[in-house]
């Protein structure tokens, strides 16, 4: 999604806050919590939940691994949920020519680097990269070149674009900022 006028140009950014990120964190979430209930019964010696009978599962050496498996489950889980919470990666990319003043913002994880601010001269922009690597795991990584802060992506790289797509916004955006296009 994006806002253009005569002069600004704000592309925005999504974040963690996908489908698949809750799909996946909520899936694992109740895998872990069964495995955890499962390795928790075993100990105890008797059902907690129905759905699970742990009647045949000794505590040693299989209700352990369940047990374990549940609580690094809960942990990445929980991981997942907290990238969705704080919408990791999400911001925008200003482009203003009547300034000559680019701002690129993400938002982080909490702490010192919790929000991520570049702000550069639009004069020290060299180019705008494409970088395309074919295969299995196809990446098409949109870039720009810059004097002292190097290459800057300016999308995800899991943003799947198609080829056309990303020349297409790689020659809007070098002919808003009037700046050549390089690929890789």
């Known amino acids: 999604m994006s806002w253009r006028s005569e002069y600004i140009w704000v592309e925005f ?33 008797r059902n907690l939940l129905s759905l699970f009978p742990s009647q045949q599962i000794n505590f040693f050496p299989q209700g352990i691994v369940m047990s374990f498996y549940g609580i690094a489950g809960l942990f990445i889980s929980s991981y997942l949920w907290c990238t969705i919470i704080w919408n990791v990666g999400s911001g925008y990319d200003r ?7 680019v701002c690129i913002f993400r938002w982080g994880f909490p702490g010192k680097n919790r929000r991520i601010f570049l702000r550069f001269l639009m004069k020290d922009i060299q ?48 002919y808003f900022l009037r700046v050549p296009i390089e690929g890789f």
């Open 13 to 45: 950014i999504a974040g963690s806050r996908k489908p698949g990120n809750f799909f996946w964190a909520f899936i694992l979430f109740l895998g872990s919590l069964g495995f955890l209930v499962v390795g928790i019964s075993s100990y105890l010696d």
């Open 95 to 101: 482009f203003d020519t009547k300034e000559g003043i």
């Open 127 to 174: 180019s705008i990269r494409i970088e395309v690597k074919e295969g299995i795991y196809a990446r098409r990584v949109l870039y720009i070149e810059s004097r002292g802060l190097g290459a800057i992506p300016l999308n995800r790289t899991d943003e799947n674009l198609t080829p056309r797509e990303i020349e297409q916004k790689a020659a809007e955006l070098a």
